[in-house]
């Protein structure tokens, strides 16, 4: 399925949804559909981001104990109900025993992410900026360490991936 003159990551990242897609039984007929997997993929990134923000403030990833230099550790995580333009959705935020960790992707007592960031990633990264690019963009113009490569690239490419899906 990959397209004429399309990047690896790109391509990988198309067979990955078309094979999501496919062994969920998911079947994308309107925007609601879209919207569906959009949040769900939307949680997923948010989490993994958020995990890996624990990880920078501990100092050692999960299970990693031989690296673990500080009396604080990983505490489970607590349910936050976050609303998006793609409807409301569930995200697990990580807690630390301290209670040291504050979030910078989602703030404490934040509970949107915002339809004007959304479109703003989108925008930018439909207009053919990198995804450095708008890393750089966003942290210079929400002073953020949490808008990283990671948080942005797979959302550009899901939603890419996921037009192309609804168009065919």
């Not at 391509?11 to 496919?22: G, I, T």
């Not at 079947?27 to 997997?37: A, F």
């Amino acid at each position: 399925m990959a397209r004429k003159n399309e990047s690896p990551q790109k391509a990988a990242m198309r067979e990955m949804m078309h094979s999501y897609l496919k062994d969920n039984d998911i079947s994308i007929k309107n925007g609601t559909d879209v919207n569906t997997v959009m949040r769900d993929m939307m949680s997923v990134i948010l989490e993994d981001v958020l995990d890996e923000e624990l990880d920078e403030e501990l100092g050692y990833s999960k299970y990693d104990y031989r690296n673990k230099n500080t009396d604080n550790s990983r505490n489970g995580h607590s349910k936050k109900t976050m609303h998006t333009s793609y409807g409301d959705m569930d995200v697990a935020i990580p807690r630390d025993r301290n209670g040291e960790y504050e979030p910078q992707l989602i703030k404490k007592y934040q509970n949107t992410i915002t339809q004007d960031m959304e479109e703003k990633i989108l925008s930018m990264y439909a207009k053919g900026m990198t995804t450095g690019d708008i890393e750089s963009h966003m942290k210079g113009q929400h002073n953020q360490p949490g808008y990283r490569k990671s948080f942005i690239h797979p959302f550009c490419c899901c939603s890419s991936i996921l037009r192309a899906f609804c168009k065919s």
